[in-house]
């Protein structure tokens, strides 16, 4: 149950009928109509913006539509009143019943109330974290991983074909690096000084792999030249380090639906068949580019390179693809990966690439506008650093310490794109300042309260209590959290829309605080208590609206992967 797009509905067909009564012109268009909180609670439940758009294309003013409009939804069960603002905005006010009857559904569809099928199916391939195999994660890469699987499933909650990816970038020259750095620690597991030059990985994580090289190798390797041992060590040590990386999203109840491998692209013609694509297309050419901002002659050469014309597409530059000794540049297989991800069939593209790759959003949109004709949109989402108050912890160390679901909620309590501060102290504080605190303690207050009656003989259960005299509750703190759980439908598919999973951690915030707020005015107003001595049938519906709100709760959890708390120790 939607209850705005219920009501939108009602507006629509509201309009479509003046329009058969001759109020209206025939033939209006009614996509841009919209049904939406007012901006100011105290103006109603609900404001359309009907009169507004319709206003020129009718040639009407658009407070007469407005009037004619109010006049038309008063006389339906479900408004209680329709108020026409300033030019012609019309506000809405619900009757009670409808507030009542949302408690009812949230409590009928269970964990499925609010999802939506605005995706219709639709294939979505959603490519994140893709961190190098030169070494574990850390926390740099953990707010990625965690926005990258909580929008997988709030697409998927919106009604998305999901394919959550990982693109392997095992084919450049750091892997190289990599190679060389473990050569590095299998000489020291060998007794040997290990020659940490500039440029090679220093860290103490490689000495595992060292001592792995030794076990198979034993001395072989030592002082042969890196032609005999470059590619295999490379690939031992790569492997071994996405086995960690694997272990490390496991840790943070991160999956992957696909592992695709960059150095899998080379040799095998997928480039080539790419670049050749957009040849067909006379998008790739033989020229000079122009010297980038800031350069002067005496530190820039014009050099020939084969270039992609990604601003026929809506780059700012032409990009090269080879460079002037014949081999691909970075871009040329990020090309072909993205390529092979069109071929796949997938309807859309998100890409969640860290702040650092924000000059290659463009290019990227160029070359899959390019390569699918314009049919699959790719969205790139850049996230910002994390600022972590407690030294540089590597991501397990971070999820160890705080919990895999203070981690997630955590990371989700600003949008990606604006730097978030990982306070340890703050994370674990038992505050209204700890959003996932908040939000938890909710659900556990709620799960006390169906303890509570269960041990007073009520049914606590879903299908009980969507049967309960749901007309008791009619105080306007009761009215008010019911109105709080209708939003959330509207704001899965907002969400969703925009591939934005940080609204759902801001909106259960709302919601927790909308709860704690009715918890405390039962302090004072014990007939506000959801547990009511002595009469079991105003009991079983205030129960009702705790539950209903403990079932969103749970829902929107769910959609960032966090497990709700039965209780707080």
Not at 255 to 284: C, F, N, P
């Amino acid at each position: 149950m939607n209850l705005f797009a219920e009501i939108r509905t009602l507006v629509t067909d509201s309009l479509t009928a003046l329009a058969a009564e001759g109020v209206l012109p025939a033939g209006l268009d009614h996509a841009q109509v919209a049904v939406e909180p007012p901006r100011d609670p105290a103006h109603g439940d609900m404001a359309t913006n009907a009169a507004m758009v319709l206003a020129k294309p009718a040639g009407m003013a658009p407070r007469a539509i407005a009037e004619a409009l109010a006049a038309r939804l008063a006389q339906d069960p479900r408004v209680a009143g329709a108020e026409v603002a300033g030019p012609g905005f019309l506000n809405l006010r619900l009757s009670a019943v409808m507030w009542q009857g949302l408690v009812k559904a949230v409590l009928t569809e269970g964990l499925s109330f609010g999802k939506s099928g605005m995706g219709a199916g639709r294939k979505v391939n959603v490519e994140f974290v893709s961190a190098n195999p030169t070494g574990p994660m850390h926390v740099g890469h953990v707010r990625g991983a965690v926005v990258g699987d909580a929008l997988s499933r709030l697409l998927a909650f919106a009604g998305w074909d999901v394919t959550r990816e990982y693109y392997i970038n095992d084919g450049g020259a750091q892997v190289d690096v990599l190679a060389r750095s473990a050569y590095e620690r299998y000489r020291e597991a060998n007794g040997l000084e290990p020659e940490i030059r500039e440029g090679l990985y220093p860290g103490d994580y490689l000495i595992p792999v060292g001592e792995a090289l030794k076990a198979r190798f034993g001395t072989s390797l030592l002082d042969k030249d890196e032609s005999v041992w470059l590619a295999e060590i490379r690939d031992i040590a790569s492997a071994m380090m996405m086995e960690e990386i694997r272990g490390d999203l496991a840790a943070l109840g991160v999956r992957m639906d696909v592992y695709s491998s960059e150095k899998a692209l080379y040799g095998t013609g997928q480039i080539e068949a790419a670049i050749d694509t957009l040849r067909g297309m006379g998008l790739i050419y033989e020229g000079v580019l122009e010297p980038p901002k800031g350069k002067t002659p005496e530190d820039w050469e014009p050099r020939v390179q084969t270039l992609f014309r990604s601003t026929a597409h809506g780059d700012d530059v032409d990009r090269p693809v080879m460079k002037s000794d014949g081999s691909w540049t970075y871009f040329a297989p990020d090309i072909a990966y993205h390529f092979n991800k069109v071929q796949r069939g997938f309807d859309e593209l998100i890409d969640i690439f860290g702040a650092d790759h924000g000059g290659y959003v463009k290019r990227m949109k160029a070359a899959v506008s390019a390569l699918s004709n314009g049919r699959v949109p790719l969205d790139i989402k850049l996230v910002q650093l994390v600022k972590l108050y407690k030294n540089g912890e590597p991501l397990r160390d971070v999820v160890e310490q705080a919990g895999a679901d203070v981690t997630r909620f955590m990371m989700l309590t600003r949008k990606n794109d604006v730097t978030l501060d990982f306070d340890f102290a703050k994370v674990l504080e038992q505050s209204k300042d700890n959003p996932v605190f908040y939000v938890q303690y909710a659900n556990a207050r709620i799960n006390s309260v169906l303890r509570k009656s269960r041990e007073a003989g009520i049914d606590c259960s879903d299908a009980a209590l969507a049967q309960a005299d749901l007309a008791i509750l009619s105080h306007p703190a009761e009215i008010e959290m019911a109105k709080k759980l209708a939003e959330w439908p509207r704001l899965v598919e907002i969400a969703a829309k925009g591939n934005e999973p940080h609204r759902v951690a801001f909106y259960l915030y709302e919601l927790a605080s909308e709860f704690h707020g009715l918890w405390n005015k039962g302090n004072d107003d014990t007939s506000l208590r959801f547990v009511q001595e002595g009469n079991a049938a105003t009991s079983a519906a205030k129960v009702a609206l705790a539950r209903a709100t403990g079932v969103v709760i749970s829902a929107g959890l769910g959609i960032l992967g966090v497990t709700p708390v039965e209780e707080m120790r």
